[in-house]
């Protein structure tokens, strides 16, 4: 730790991005202004059919609303910040604003840890218990699972942003990411930063590692059971339902997990930018996509809609 003397107080810091392809950053902004445009038209017509279609009124759906409505949140966390820089070649960012964005990154992400979750759950119930399925998940039962999902890491990652921006920043002010993210931000700490670090990691196997493994037992009794079915016709049609959630949990996991969990080194700091950029922004346009095409309530609800639309 450099002497007294030698510490300034950073108030601000600088979120680098993309500073280091010059030639690409209009180039760039087209690009991630289009995916944010994709996220949210293709995530806001999931949110409306679900609510406006009388075939998508069940848990399931409901989920998927929810799920939806997180998606526009977690990208709206970081992509305008992201585009503005691009735009307008400043930067900076505030000291309380980068801790703001990380807090709000961190809550949605945790929310979607567990919302997976839950869907998988809603899924294990569908399949393995489908006589008492409208008992099990009623309304009620599954507004209390969304709460949750929603609320469980609100206190927890509003503390775990408070003991990392308590630490001292000296020296560089610059972040080598396209938002405030944990690892690059702990790099710009001060003095020892291991306890912060050892926190990432509890609070990372804590909201990662546990609802992956609630879904990796939901998923195996539902392919026993599957398994155990008397044709290959219901085999196939039970296996639909799931794929599509599969998809979305090891799309998700596989990236953040890997951010989260892997040793964090200076060097590591492009492929971190790359993995956040997976799980932040492309994972959220294949969402809707991989639920879409893969679903035909959701196809037919889309005819319907699109239908009202060129007859009104």
């Known amino acids: 730790m450099p002497p007294e003397d030698n510490l300034t107080e950073v108030v601000e810091f600088v979120l680098l991005g993309f500073a280091d392809m010059p030639h690409l950053q209009w180039f760039l902004f087209g690009l991630f202004l289009i995916i944010y445009i994709i996220i949210l038209m293709s995530n806001g017509t999931i949110l409306l059919i679900t609510k ?14 929810n799920f939806s409505f997180l998606e526009i949140c977690y990208v709206s966390a970081t992509v305008p910040r992201m585009l ?17 964005q990380m807090c709000f990154v961190l809550i949605f992400g945790a929310t979607e840890c ?35 999902s929603w609320t469980i890491g609100i206190p927890v990652q509003i503390g775990q942003t408070y003991q990392i921006f308590s630490l001292p920043f000296c020296g560089s002010k610059q972040i080598n990411h396209f938002f405030c993210d ?24 804590l909201f990662a590692m546990v609802p992956f493994l609630l879904i990796l037992g939901s998923y195996s009794k539902i392919i026993s059971i599957i398994l155990k079915l ?14 599509s959630h599969l998809m979305v949990v090891v799309l998700f996991f596989g990236s953040a997990s890997t951010a989260y969990l892997r ?9 971190d930018k790359m993995l956040s950029l997976f799980y932040t922004i492309l994972t ?9 095409l893969r679903n035909k309530d959701v196809i037919m609800a889309l005819r319907k809609l699109l239908c009202k639309q060129f007859t009104s």
């Open 182 to 205: 944990i690892p690059p931000v702990l790099n710009l700490a001060c003095g020892d930063s291991f306890v912060n670090e050892m926190l990432v990691y509890i609070v990372a196997v």
């Open 52 to 65: 406006m279609d009388p075939a998508l009124q069940s848990p399931m759906y409901f989920f998927l609303a």
């Open 263 to 271: 040793p964090n080194t200076r060097h590591s700091e492009g492929t």
């Open 230 to 243: 008397p044709s290959a016709t219901s085999q196939a049609k039970a296996f639909s339902t799931c794929s």
């Open 114 to 148: 567990f919302l997976l979750a839950v869907m998988a759950y809603d899924r294990y119930v569908a399949i393995c218990n489908p006589l008492h399925y409208a008992l099990v998940m009623n309304h009620r039962v599954c507004i209390q699972l969304v709460t949750g």
């Open 284 to 292: 959220p346009m294949f969402n809707p996509l991989i639920y879409s």
């Open 84 to 100: 503005m820089n691009l735009g307008t070649q400043r930067r900076r960012i505030s000291l309380g604003a980068c801790a703001a």
